[in-house]
T-cell receptor
Framework: DAKTTQPPSMDCAEGRAANLPCNHS???????VYWYRQIHSQGPQYIIH???NNETNEMASLIITEDRKSSTLILPHATLRDTAVYYC????????????FGKGTKLTVNP | NAGVTQTPKFQVLKTGQSMTLQCAQD?????MSWYRQDPGMGLRLIHY???????DQGEVPNGYNVSRSTTEDFPLRLLSAAPSQTSVYFC???????????FGSGTRLTVV
């Protein structure tokens, strides 16, 4: 049972911000929102995660709505190397919570 | 170099052969997982472990065995390979709790 919904594909112009949406309307109180990406045939790469506050690191920003039912990953200045499949995952952190991937969003950054 | 190391990177097996995919991490991570990824598809969880001596099944465990005798190693065993197990296999590890997972570079397995 999918916990998140993402658009299958998106396009973005190089140098512009890429905003990737994710719906997680059934998220529970102890579940975090995680974002990973997978560049062609490589292992997935952790990007960022958050609980309820907005988060920023050197790779991206994560904006979580106040009701926590959706979030947006922002790549502020997309480059061609950001072309990848981006996965939004909801996961609890207590006990034996496993990391389960959905289908993700294929982001293509165009020159 | 710190990280998740998977061996071998490539492997061709004949139907019915057995083999072990190795996964080792040197970050003292408690959590480790195995995934498979078929062409054009997402990652599917095979087995995972939350610590030495503890393993559990993921979404697609049939045909695979795991054990976790040490914190560092989490081998994946194929007892009798089948063509349906042709895939790319990724191992990942994480600290317990909310932390993100670090993935290995994958093992590309072909069963003929």
């Amino acid at each position: 049972d999918a916990k998140t919904t993402q658009p299958p594909s998106m396009d973005c112009a190089e140098g512009r911000a890429a905003n990737l949406p994710c719906n997680h309307s059934t998220i529970s109180g102890n579940e975090y929102v995680y974002w990973y990406r997978q560049i062609h045939s490589q292992g997935p790469q952790y990007i960022i995660h958050g609980l309820k506050n907005n988060e920023t690191n050197e790779m991206a920003s994560l904006i979580i709505t106040e009701d926590r039912k959706s979030s947006t990953l922002i790549l502020p200045h997309a480059t061609l190397r950001d072309t990848a499949v981006y996965y939004c995952i909801v996961r609890g952190w207590s006990g034996s919570e496993k990391l389960v991937f959905g289908k993700g969003t294929k982001l293509t950054v165009n020159p | 170099n710190a990280g998740v190391t998977q061996t071998p990177k490539f492997q061709v097996l004949k139907t019915g052969q057995s083999m072990t995919l190795q996964c080792a991490q040197d970050m003292n991570h408690e959590y480790m997982s195995w995934y498979r990824q078929d062409p054009g598809m997402g990652l599917r969880l095979i087995h995972y472990s939350v610590g030495a001596g503890i393993t559990d099944q993921g979404e697609v465990p049939n045909g695979y065995n795991v054990s976790r005798s040490t914190t560092e190693d989490f081998p994946l065993r194929l007892l009798s390979a089948a063509p349906s197990q042709t895939s790319v296999y990724f191992c990942a590890s994480s600290y317990a709790g909310q932390y993100g997972y670090t993935f290995g570079s994958g093992t590309r397995l072909t069963v003929v």
